[in-house]
């Protein structure tokens, strides 16, 4: 069984920058592919950006490529998703989700493993 928690959600401008973590537990954390995915209200959730296990690998969606990146440190079982210039459209609950296969795909489907969310909200 995994554990995740994420953390670093809030208030922030437009024009901002957020932090937000997500701490595991259970398997080796190195072992998991890690993804970031949101969900606004009323819309489906969405993909965000996903790292492979090492780290020397990341993909984002399109809407906020050149914003976000992904990182993680294995040695703290934590993955980040630092997040810069922060529109409203950003507005979401974000979840981490972690992939047992060590996949680290935009689908949400690949991953077991759900935290339960931070709301990020970007005023304009």
């Known amino acids: 069984q995994v554990q995740l928690v994420e953390s670093g959600g809030g208030l922030v401008q437009a024009g901002g920058s957020l932090r937000l973590s997500c701490a595991a537990s259970?398997?080796?954390?190195?072992?998991?592919?890690m993804g970031w995915f949101r969900q606004a209200p009323g819309k489906e959730r969405e993909f965000v950006a996903a790292?492979?296990?090492?780290?020397?690998?990341?993909v984002y969606a399109g809407s906020v490529k050149g914003r976000f990146t992904i990182s993680r440190d294995n040695g703290k079982n934590t993955v980040y998703l630092q997040m810069n210039s922060l529109k409203p459209e950003d507005t979401a609950v974000y979840y981490c989700?972690?992939?047992?296969?060590?996949?680290?795909?935009?689908?949400?489907?690949?991953?077991?493993?759900w935290g339960q969310g931070t709301q990020v909200t970007v005023s304009s």
């Open positions: 790292i492979s296990r090492s780290g020397g690998s990341t």
């Open positions: 989700a972690a992939a047992p296969s060590g996949s680290y795909s935009s689908s949400g489907l690949r991953y077991d493993y």
């Open positions: 259970g398997r080796p954390f190195s072992s998991y592919g």
